[in-house]
């Protein structure tokens, strides 16, 4: 089989035909979330059919995992593209994502319709008083990592309060949560930068010994100073870096608009777990647009947990809520096309990134504040809550997820039966 050439090395050329079928089928069964898509693509690429080497996959995993967005998403786009290229990224994004976009969409017009069966209304209303529980439990899987990525002494001090920070902001400033992820980051590089230099001192080896190119090679006393080389050009801002600025503009706009910088956030500006899209979400889609109720909201976070693909579709059903159809498909496309754009544009340079200190310092940074924006949208999304059994069911959620630490698609199920007996019965009509 004839070869491509991608990021410099001689690939397998698979059809496009066939990485719609394994991506696709990928979107299919991919219920549970990143964790379920990681091990299909690696079953699949690596175990399966010996596309990609281990060690590639293995760093295809954590140069995603430094990209703001849906790291299972870009994960799949870019397995695709190591594959064909451009044409194999779009493919199989697209496959991937489609499935569970359309069952959304499905689910979202039966859940948000205008009189909907009580049996419906009860399901949703179960589901959603288990979504602070899954809240919860997104927030505690990611603390041991951080924790141990944070380091010890000062660091730790710094991870505490970056975890306050974010989980002050999930609560108190809503869509604005992605300025405080952002100021955490850019506060540890500067912290790390600072001891880095402390560390380096004075000494003529001090930058040598920490990696930096344009630092002076030692020379003896009394030798003239060779000439310093040209600092390269200072490279464009991103930008990554701009989007905050035109948050006025198009939240101004309402309407579409408004509807694109939510999407927006979701895609380009949310950094860790998927659930960190909830907070970003919440406010503006149920407080500043009223395109949903709370409880709306609730089935909205319900509906992503239990449709196969990345968790950030459940940005579609708010998009539905806001204009149908259409609202649903714009969303989606906002979401995740700047997925596709960071793939497509820098896999060549994922190695660089990975190994770049600032990107590493920078998640440092925002881990515990993305870390305590969902542990703190927990609480708003308890509040929601309406009816006194919705708590019952919160409190057999978290016993389910916390204490035996079990599977999240079980848990909103049989939350949602126990909703739909809740109608049924006439114990609670929704």
């Known amino acids: 089989m004839a070869g491509d050439v991608v990021a410099g090395e001689t690939v397998e050329r698979v059809p496009l035909a066939v990485i719609a079928r394994e991506w696709g089928r990928i979107g299919v069964l991919g219920f549970g979330g990143p964790p379920a898509h990681v091990l299909l693509l690696r079953r699949l690429c690596v175990e399966r059919r010996g596309w990609i080497a281990a060690s590639e996959f293995e760093d295809g995993v954590a140069a995603t995992n430094l990209l703001p967005g849906p790291a299972s998403t870009q994960l799949a786009v870019l397995t695709a593209w190591r594959l064909r290229g451009t044409a194999g990224a779009l493919v199989g994004g697209a496959a991937f994502i489609l499935p569970g976009l359309a069952l959304i969409l499905l689910l979202s017009g039966l859940f ?19 979504v602070a529980a899954v809240a919860a439990q997104a927030a505690a899987t ?20 970056y ?76 930008p990554r870096a701009a989007l905050p600025l035109l948050a006025p503009g198009l939240a101004a706009a309402g309407g579409p608009g408004a509807l694109a910088w939510v999407a927006l956030k979701v895609g380009a500006l949310s950094y860790g777990g998927g659930f960190v899209i909830v907070p970003l979400m919440q406010q503006d889609a149920v407080e500043r647009y009223h395109w949903m109720t709370d409880g709306q909201f609730l089935n909205a976070v319900a509906l992503g947990q239990l449709t196969p693909g990345p968790v950030v579709q459940t940005v579609s059903v708010v998009g539905y809520a806001a204009a149908g159809v259409p609202g649903g498909l714009l969303a989606a496309a906002v979401a995740f096309a700047p997925s596709f754009l960071f793939v497509l544009s820098g896999a060549a340079h994922f190695d660089r990134l990975r190994a770049d200190t600032a990107a590493q310092d920078f998640l440092t940074g925002a881990g515990p504040a993305v870390i305590g924006a969902i542990a703190g949208s927990a609480l708003p999304l308890a509040l929601a809550l309406g009816r006194p059994w919705q708590y019952a069911v919160l409190v057999l959620a978290a016993l389910w997820l916390l204490v035996l630490r079990r599977g999240v698609v079980p848990c909103l199920l049989g939350a949602a039966g126990l909703g739909v007996l809740a109608a049924v019965t006439g114990v609670a009509l929704p």
Not at 115 to 120: C, Y
Not at 122 to 130: E, F, K, L, R, T
Not at 142 to 161: D, E, H, I, K
């Open 142 to 161: 990611l603390v041991p990592a951080s924790l141990a990525r944070s380091g010890p002494g000062p660091a730790r001090v710094r991870w505490t309060a």
């Open 163 to 238: 975890l306050l920070l974010g989980a002050a902001a999930a609560i108190r400033t809503g869509p604005w949560l992605v300025l405080v992820l952002l100021a955490t980051g850019a506060a540890e590089i500067a912290f790390r930068r600072r001891g880095r230099a402390d560390r380096g001192g004075t000494s003529p080896t001090g930058d040598a010994a920490l990696g930096r190119p344009d630092a002076d090679p030692p020379r003896a006393p009394g030798a003239p100073r060779p000439p310093r080389p040209a600092r390269p050009a200072r490279p464009r801002r991103s």
């Open 112 to 130: 948000l319709a205008g009189d909907p069966p009580h049996w419906v209304l009860g399901a949703a209303a179960g589901a959603g008083g288990a």
